[in-house]
């Protein structure tokens, strides 16, 4: 995908590709995941050949669609359910709509617009009264989160659709600073530098995982209470996970310290929501002169949904995504992906960013920061139709499985091999998954 190749100023091409098999879908899933994993490699390559010739990458396309399913394998116990009982599409009186309810304050706030208890019966006899576009309007200035199902052409013709479509794949912003250097070890080209993850739910902490498999120290700070019990084990492998409540006085000072040592912040904080806790661009570069940043959001970052809250599956019943995908499969109701690939293709891509920025900043060409949107890569992946059928299962068969086992707070666990091949250079990790807040927030 030649997009990918030019936002992060690489050539195009520049890994090999083994292995077979394609997502069924209308859209070329598989060739994403492989793109945005190839890409990532040459980026690290590029890190690693800086001053030498740069390492062969190779890419297995199987094993890349199957980290965008599931990467952990429990052995004798069960991961929490992915979806919330009343999570899904609903029928309107003149459309679709999808209600997106894993959250309980997301959950509540559609029960209030709907006037219901939370029975999935009774949310389809409510729902089914309303109009697509007034109940997602209706939930969101509740506070909750809800999509109707739009066409592409609907989403090309909307305000937010032509704002994003106007936005580049990644948007950079550079400044002076002082070089970054670390003891780079062509085997562990990340490791001794410290990443700051304020991320949740799914294309944040897939960056960040990524950056652990490189060697990172990768620190994940969640707010009490919080808790996502049906990803934690698939996205903290690698990471120490503590918490910090940035709205108490007593939490700013162990934060500000922590923030002061990083070499990357990544985060998926809205435009203005850092600023609103006190923590505006200004004064994180003051902090932190030398802060690298990557950061995403789910509907772009100009228009009139930029502070739109939103997730993968709902992004896609906005742009269009779900739509084609009904008619290609011949179906009365919407059709996503077969995976969350918005969420997936734009965690790979972040942490290439991430990679790309250290680059530069080793270089001495200045401090920078990256900017990315699940509907921005929903654009990228558009044009890119399924022209095969596609019949790879997202159960993986034992061949794709490491043959070390994990031993996890919940159970032990078999993980996927990495997709990723990077000659001498191994994608592993330090440190199996982790509960959240199980350590102290300390570097």
Request: include cysteine; proline fraction near 7%.
């Amino acid at each position: 995908m030649k997009e990918i190749a030019e936002s992060l100023d690489l050539p195009e091409g520049g890994f090999d590709i083994t292995g077979t098999g394609d997502f069924p879908s209308a859209f070329a899933v598989t060739d994403l995941a492989t793109a945005a994993y190839g890409y990532l490699g040459a980026s690290l390559a590029g890190l690693i050949g800086q001053d030498k010739s740069r390492p062969n990458v190779t890419v297995d396309r199987r094993l890349a669609s199957l980290w965008y399913a599931q990467s952990i394998h429990p052995f004798g116990w069960e991961l929490p359910p992915v979806w919330d009982a009343l999570a899904g599409v609903y029928e309107t009186r003149d459309g679709w709509v999808r209600l997106h309810t894993n959250l309980p304050h997301h959950k509540a706030a559609a029960l209030r617009v709907l006037g219901c208890e939370p029975d999935l019966d009774a949310v389809q006899r409510a729902i089914r009264s309303w109009g697509a576009d007034e109940v997602e309007t209706s939930i969101v200035a509740e506070g909750g989160v809800a999509a109707m199902m739009r066409s592409e052409a609907e989403w090309a013709a909307h305000p937010q659709g032509a704002a994003v479509a106007a936005e580049p794949l990644i948007q950079w912003s550079n400044w002076s600073g002082p070089a970054k250097s670390w003891d780079m070890r062509p085997d562990r080209p990340l490791s001794g530098l410290k990443v700051l993850d304020l991320t949740r739910v799914l294309a944040g902490p897939v960056s960040t995982r990524t950056l652990a498999g490189y060697g990172a120290e990768v620190l994940r700070i969640d707010p009490p209470g919080w808790d996502e019990p049906n990803l934690v084990p698939d996205i903290t492998l690698g990471k120490r996970c503590a918490r910090l409540d940035l709205r108490h006085l007593t939490d700013r000072g162990p934060f500000e310290a922590l923030l002061a040592e990083a070499d990357i912040l990544i985060h998926g904080y809205r435009p203005g929501a850092l600023a609103g806790l006190g923590y505006d661009e200004a004064t994180r570069r003051d902090i932190n002169p030398g802060l690298i940043e990557v950061t995403l959001d789910a509907y772009g970052w100009t228009g009139p949904w930029a502070g739109r809250r939103g997730f993968d599956s709902l992004v896609q019943m906005s742009c269009g995504i779900a739509d084609t995908g009904r008619v290609w499969a011949a179906s009365t109701k919407p059709t996503p992906l077969p995976v969350q690939a918005l969420d997936h293709a734009t965690g790979y891509l972040m942490a290439a960013a991430a990679v790309r920025l250290l680059d530069r900043a080793a270089r001495g060409k200045g401090i920078g920061t990256a900017r990315l949107s699940l509907a921005r890569t929903a654009e990228l992946l558009k044009p890119y139709r399924q022209d095969r059928i596609g019949t790879l299962d997202k159960r993986p068969e034992q061949a794709d499985l490491s043959p070390e086992t994990e031993y996890t707070p919940w159970g032990a666990a078999f993980r996927l091999r990495p997709a990723l091949t990077i000659e001498g250079a191994p994608m592993k990790w330090d440190r199996p998954a982790s509960a959240l807040g199980s350590v102290a927030a300390s570097w």
